[in-house]
């Protein structure tokens, strides 16, 4: 079985799960590129909770954790089978660290609204491993390290999240938003470190000054690429599928490793 790469996709707007774009239509492509997995494990930023969980159910239902859209964006389904199977085998990677079973989280929309562009037909087994509010940047990128022997296994690891991502400074009406200057700025330095496999300087990203502190005002959309590079490693080759800024203020870097 091939190594499995892993990959990050800055998500955005939830609106994208119903809209044909540049973003979206780099994540279909994507999806057809990509060796066919067994399984994704996706980290979301829309599971950022005190706890340690794997959603464990044989269907997960689709969550629709937002408020303020339109109707029909609140009649996505997503019925992509469960994993409970894998959810205990990456209990076993993890441990000793207590993981729980988790039956009642589903997929929310960090998941769904770009599985949804990936895998249309919903025919690849999904589950969500959760990120737990109460540790540091380097925890979770040492569990993205520990959970790398999936990648052999069949299963993609995909972060979704935004490594910019102030809303309070996004533009939501509809007319176009010109990006900000330390959001273009950070989202290039990230990248330059990806490049660079220099992985440290990302994981104390609160060193890098003003441009990281607007950037990622909080970490929750910034962590699942800690996961992903974790997984990977410093020597992987690294692409980025999709650039740019939306909003102003919230990047939709897309990193493939591997």
Not at 77 to 95: D, S, T, V
Not at 118 to 138: H, K, T
Not at 208 to 230: N, Q, R
């Amino acid at each position: 079985m091939s190594l499995q790469p892993t990959l990050f996709l800055g998500h955005g707007n939830p609106l994208n799960a119903l809209q044909q774009n540049p973003w979206t239509r780099a994540w279909s492509r994507l999806g057809r590129e990509l060796p066919r997995p067994q399984a994704v494990l996706s980290v979301s930023a829309h599971w950022y909770v005190p706890d340690r969980a794997v959603t464990a159910a044989a269907q997960p239902r689709t969550i629709h954790d937002f408020r303020g859209f339109p109707p029909e964006l609140y009649e996505v389904n997503y019925p992509a089978p469960g994993a409970p199977e894998l959810a205990r085998r990456i209990q076993n990677l993890l441990a000793p660290l207590t993981v729980a079973s988790d039956e009642s989280w589903g997929l929310d929309h960090g998941s769904w609204s770009v599985l949804c562009h990936l895998y249309p037909q919903a025919d690849v087994p999904v589950l969500q491993l959760s990120i737990d509010a109460r540790e540091p940047p380097r925890f979770h990128y040492d569990l993205g390290r520990r959970l790398a022997p999936l990648r052999g296994e069949g299963v993609l690891i995909l972060g979704s999240g935004d490594v910019v991502h102030n809303l309070r400074l996004y533009g939501w009406e509809s007319r176009p938003v010109e990006p900000y200057e330390w959001a273009v700025r950070f989202e290039a330095q990230v990248q330059e470190f990806l490049q660079a496999g220099q992985h440290d300087p990302l994981i104390d990203y609160g060193a890098l000054g003003e441009d990281a502190w607007l950037s990622v005002p909080t970490p929750e959309h910034y962590l699942p690429l800690l996961y992903t590079m974790g997984a990977a490693g410093p020597e992987a080759a690294v692409s980025f599928p999709v650039a740019g800024i939306d909003g102003g203020s919230v990047s939709m870097l897309a990193v493939r490793f591997g």
